[in-house]
């Protein structure tokens, strides 16, 4: 199971903190990644990273003002995100992947959490 936290209301130019708690004693073994959908749009890609943490891979959009990370002992991930712009705004969801790889690709994430709101407002 996946449970997503962390979102709500910043101002443009922002930051956010959004955390990710997974269940599973296999969570160090495969890759996590970050997804959001703005209202009317598809769900995109926002971030991923590999099992241990050592690969990462971001979407155009969001590089160099998102970093996502793990820790695998507490079985979280976490999307630090910085200089937040109004095109932002979205529910964002974690997804779990059963393999070691990273992907932009949503149908080849497994397990989704619930998602958590981010307004950012101009």
């Known amino acids: 199971q996946l449970q997503a936290s962390g979102g709500g209301l910043v101002q443009a130019g922002g930051s956010l903190r959004l955390s990710c708690a997974a269940s599973g004693r296999t969570f160090s073994s495969y890759a996590m990644g970050w997804f959001r959908q703005a209202p009317g749009k598809e769900r995109e890609f926002v971030a991923a990273?590999?099992?241990?943490?050592?690969?990462?891979y971001y979407a155009d959009s969001v590089k160099g003002r998102f970093t996502i990370s793990r820790v695998n002992t507490k079985t979280m991930v976490y999307l630090q995100m910085n200089s937040l712009k109004p095109e932002d705004a979205a529910v964002y969801y974690c997804?779990?992947?059963?393999?070691?790889?990273?992907?932009?690709?949503?149908?080849?994430?497994?397990?989704w959490g619930q998602g958590t709101l981010v307004t950012v407002s101009s």
């Open positions: 990273i590999s099992g241990r943490g050592a690969s990462t």
């Open positions: 997804a779990f992947r059963s393999a070691s790889t990273l992907s932009d690709s949503s149908p080849s994430y497994d397990y």
